[in-house]
């Protein structure tokens, strides 16, 4: 009760920012990000287009991938209109095919920029199953499996930047509060909606997703240590926002739940405040594996915190993107007889 009312007055936190934040208020002390490369996926629409306006008002050069290049010029013009000396580049990437991943972090490397921010926003509600083009579902797919494999193929350009300009580098997974709804066995609930469109659930498919980028963060943050690279990574949950993520479940229903939660909603600004918070805040210097709300830290669910789990999800993945997921599935399937 007190966590709600406080969330509701917009109380500042520890960190003395709190939900009503917005993404330009917790920037105000990084007035000049001149000397960052950021990269941002999902910055098209909703929250990672604010981030993404935010962070170029602040200096960041931009890159934007995008499954649309039309909608992502039509980003990079909205910023410039308001931002006219900004460096926006776009980039083609569909997170849901491994292909459009290892293509895009190829073509990015020819450009030969360094990169301080890795901002993976971008995320998917779908309410019709549907698989990716490696057989994987689709949700999963797009909010996870392919964040994970251009997380793994840009974390040598992050480390060297770090190295060569003595920035920490610094990767934000956009997560969300859904990732308590979901209980049992990740893997195997991902294997079977994978192949069996009868046992699919729309809300439990991406409440899946989201307790993967938890998983992520907190695995990743411990083969960072492990390393000494001098890269951090945590996860955030923006809040409850209604954005273009909500597209294909339009109706009666969805706006009447958004009526009856409209007290509870942030603004798309506010929404944004807690990934640029935790992107850029000096405060997080060397803070990693943490998840954060309202830019405070909070704790996951249990599930979230199992770190066996972590590192279980962690090897399934690795296996997915060297082998396919197919083969994975099929040694899954294997073991459980």
């Known amino acids: 009760m007190i966590d709600t009312l406080r969330y509701l007055l917009g ?184 192949r069996n469109k009868s046992h699919y659930d729309a809300t439990r498919a991406y409440a899946l997703s989201k307790l993967a980028n938890v998983f992520h963060t907190k695995e990743l943050a411990r083969r960072l240590q492990q390393t000494g690279a001098n890269v951090t990574v945590n996860c955030v949950h923006p809040g409850i926002v209604r954005t273009r993520l909500t597209r294909e479940r339009e109706g009666l229903l969805t706006d009447l739940v958004f009526f009856l939660a409209s007290k509870l909603l942030k603004t798309i600004p506010q929404a944004a405040a807690t990934t640029c918070y935790v992107a850029t805040h000096p405060r997080l210097s060397d803070v990693s594996g943490k998840y954060f709300a309202d830019c405070n830290e909070t704790s996951t669910s249990k599930l979230g915190s199992n770190l066996a789990e972590a590192t279980r999800l962690w090897a399934t993945s690795e296996f997915m993107i060297s082998r396919g997921p197919k083969a994975a599935f099929d040694l899954l399937k294997h073991l459980e007889f």
Not at 101 to 106: E, L, Q, Y
Not at 123 to 152: I, R
Request: hydrophobic fraction near 45%; glycine fraction near 8%; charge should be neutral.
């Open 11 to 194: 109380s500042a936190g520890p960190s003395g920012f709190g939900s009503k934040s917005t993404a330009e208020q917790v920037t105000e002390n990084r007035a000049d990000l001149r000397c960052l490369t950021a990269i941002i996926t999902g910055a098209t629409s909703g929250i990672g287009a604010e981030t993404a306006r935010v962070l170029a008002k602040r200096g960041a050069r931009l890159i934007l991938p995008a499954r649309s290049l039309k909608a992502a010029e039509d980003a990079k013009a909205r910023i410039l209109s308001e931002c006219p000396d900004s460096e926006i580049i776009v980039m083609a990437l569909e997170l849901s095919s491994l292909n459009s991943v290892r293509s895009f972090v190829n073509q990015f490397h020819t450009l030969g920029l360094p990169l301080h921010l890795l901002i993976n926003n971008a995320g998917k509600f779908a309410h019709e199953h549907a698989v990716s083009e490696d057989g994987v579902e689709m949700t999963f797919a797009t909010n996870y499996l392919g964040h994970f494999l251009l997380t793994k193929l840009l974390l040598k350009t992050m480390a060297e930047t770090a190295k060569e300009t003595g920035v920490q580098g610094r990767i934000v997974n956009v997560s969300s509060s859904i990732h308590g709804w979901f209980s049992g066995d990740a893997v195997s609930y991902l294997a079977l909606i994978s």
